[in-house]
């Protein structure tokens, strides 16, 4: 029992220091503590409360300590739209942003074209006694890489008309 209770410590102390190694971002601070009447901020990203004379951070920003400004928290535009071009037929661009609903989507789809191609050559191949088997699995099989081919170029078009707009990441905040 002793060496578990070592161990949580151990672990607990190992994971304190590598916050503070990797910094921890600072969301609440104090008002300035000369202005007596009002809470106010030292920097433009915060906002203040009179009732607990306390700063938080406003939505969609960050502060960095080191450097002492505030910045815009949201995902990158130029890094979403170069993930989808190179990766957009796998839904790459989305699950940067955070839209896990449409990258789920895209699974899917290649999810379940996977299944029409293994059903086609199946059912082609299934019944070896007809002499129609191979004009049977041509069609299946062209049909299936039909149906995938125009989903690929769907899911690639729609994917850089939904990510060139003003898209919204997972915290709700707009593209930098």
Known sequence: M??????????????????????????VMECDPN????????????????STRLCE??????FDQSTG????????????????????????????????????ITMGFWGFLCFVNCCGICCAVEDKSSTNNNVLFSICNGLSYFI?????????????IILS???IDNDDCPYK
């Not at 202005?35 to 203040?48: M, N, Q, S, Y």
């Not at 990158?76 to 071009?85: I, Q, V």
């Not at 995938?148 to 850089?160: E, R």
């Open 69 to 104: 400004f505030c910045e815009k928290s949201g995902k990158d535009k130029t890094t979403a739209l170069l993930l989808h071009g190179f990766l957009g037929v796998f839904g790459v661009g989305f699950a940067y942003v955070g839209n896990l609903l449409v990258f789920g």
């Open 35 to 50: 202005i007596l009447d009002e809470c106010v901020c030292e920097h433009p990203c915060f906002i203040g409360y009179n």
């Open 148 to 160: 995938f081919s125009l989903g690929l170029v769907g899911i690639y078009i729609a994917g850089f």
């Open 57 to 62: 951070i406003e939505n969609c920003y960050k």
């Open 2 to 27: 002793n060496n578990i209770n070592i161990f949580i410590f151990i672990t607990i102390i190992n994971y304190t220091n590598a916050i503070n190694i990797r910094g921890h971002k600072l969301t």
């Open 165 to 167: 707009g003003d898209v």
